[in-house]
């Protein structure tokens, strides 16, 4: 039976509910694709007074993103967050699905499935998204050039707030070695990566172990956050992997991820900075930092203590 979320609903995806969660994916043969412009004043386009939650929806429940989005950025103007002429390329908050399956980008979207990330976000509006727009599950007050979780030893935490709803999300990778990888997270308190982005390290990986003949021994994921590359290697068939990551959140949701993936063994967990990870020898270590981040010294000590380095 699949784990609860902390919200009392099905959010936490495992392999028992993950082919169903896949399936909800798609739409019907009903849905109708309507394309909003996208550099228009979103009040030019619309009725306001028609927008509400069942606007354009179809019989199976789906509405198109752009209706979904138009809804919500209706609200935002309404509530003087945005421009009365906001426009949806302009003036939209960052849509996260609760659900990233590999590549699959539906453009038809099911009631709470949701989270939506603004700088300008209130309570006042985030409890009005909840309750008019089905299809929002959550609201992030925070800007998308934020990086969330912790660089290193001198950086501060930082998480962005929740103001309603649920942000527990979900990436579903594919493989090249025919398994998937299933990554939960709270999106409040981990950085932004949706599945085909995970996926493409996951490639890079996998290719970098076939064209340089590495002994499925002993790897060091580094820094290794909610544990997708470290997890990938465990399923490649390496003998142990040593996660680490200076965030302690990272290493509590590494530990939920472990047990949704069914592994159990052939790991060893550390909540420290790199710097200060005592190993004397490595088979191949995976350094992923943060975009922007200086990992000169991380980097360097890898390559000391690995036959191989892969920076990814």
Do not use: W
Not at 207 to 223: L, S
């Amino acid at each position: 039976m699949s784990k609860k979320c902390s919200c009392g609903k099905n959010c936490i995806t495992d392999f028992e509910n993950l082919d169903e969660k896949i399936q909800k994916l798609y739409e019907c043969e009903n849905c109708e694709d309507i394309q909003i412009k996208k550099f228009s004043p979103l009040i030019e386009l619309i009725d306001f007074d028609e927008l509400d939650g069942n606007y354009k929806k179809c019989s199976c429940g789906k509405r198109p993103l752009d209706v979904v989005m138009s809804h919500i950025l209706k609200i935002m103007i309404e509530d003087e967050i945005v421009p009365k002429k906001a426009t949806l390329r302009r003036n939209s908050p960052v849509p996260l699905s609760e659900f990233y399956y590999s590549s699959f980008n539906p453009q038809f979207i099911n009631e709470n499935t949701l989270i939506l990330l603004h700088p300008d976000f209130t309570p006042k509006t985030a409890a009005k998204l909840m309750t008019e727009v089905p299809e929002v599950k959550g609201i992030l007050k925070g800007s998308p050039q934020e990086t969330v979780g912790q660089f290193n030893r001198q950086s501060e935490i930082k998480n962005f707030e929740l103001l309603a709803g649920c942000d527990m999300q979900t990436n579903v990778m594919r493989t090249l070695i025919n398994e998937k990888i299933i990554i939960n997270k709270k999106q409040s308190q981990h950085h932004i990566e949706v599945a085909p982005t995970t996926e493409n390290k996951l490639i890079k990986l996998h290719n970098y172990i076939k064209n340089n003949d590495i002994n499925p021994g002993t790897a060091i994921d580094a820094m290794c956050g909610s544990g997708a590359l470290g997890i990938y290697l465990l399923k490649y068939g390496f003998e142990k992997v040593i996660f680490n990551d200076i965030y302690p959140q990272a290493i509590s949701n590494l530990k939920e991820n472990l047990e949704v993936n069914g592994i159990s063994e052939g790991y060893e967990i550390n909540n420290k900075a790199f710097e200060d990870l005592k190993v004397e020898h490595t088979d191949i270590c995976i350094v992923d930092p943060f975009p922007k981040d200086d990992a000169e010294e991380i980097i360097e000590k890898a390559e000391k203590i690995a036959d191989h380095t892969i920076i990814i």
